[in-house]
């Protein structure tokens, strides 16, 4: 699906989601955590759809669940004990609900960081700071794309290495317990390895084009519009109102009394 921040400038695009992250991680005021779930949902379902968003839920709904359940497990402060754990500790009303904040926070980091790589795509990322900063440029494109595709890569791997194994008569699924542990672990080994030879095949290929080197250029059509000019205002204006409203006291919430 087509959407505003796919065609608007990269440095407007990025200045967007560093906004709206930032906000995620920083403002702990239910309403702001529950806006910037919300949000993150809707925009995770505008681009990549209803199924994409329900298979990020299946993997983000038990990690803010687990978050959740932490929190109070752990962290036994606040005035409002509702019972007490098998070790004797209070649960609180304060701890569980610093704990769901907590997870409302993770998930929608996680649900914006999933905007980020579907919007600021990899060739503009290099746009941004292949020129000024190539070496971080390089990490951050290794570091989303091993949050994003790697692990699922590493999964295609892993059971296509389990099954050439299993032809091969070593099935992790079959037999005494030690001969499969050792399996999983031959199988895990290789899928590693295939892993980290991937790494350097990319990084012989970058180094073979010439990235880094100064005086390299890159061909890119981005132009910065009138319009770009009028969101990176606007963006600009809505940084500086949250900020006041920060500094002020009115995005504070305290959850420990």
Known sequence: MDDTLRTCHPAVSFAYFALVIACAMLLMHPVCLVLSTLGG???????????????HLLWLLPMALLAAALNPAFVHQGVTILAYLPSGNPLTLESLLYGLAAGAMLSAVALWFVCVTDVITSDKVVYLFGRVIPALSLLLLAVVYAVVYGFPRFVRRLRAVAQAQRHLGRDTQTGAPVRRVRSALRVFSIVVTWSLESGLITADSMRCRGYGLPGRTSFSLCRFDRRDAAVALWLAFCGLYLLGGGLAGGLRFQYYP
């Open 41 to 55: 949902g809707w925009y995770v379902a505008r681009l990549l759809g209803g199924k994409g968003l329900r298979r």
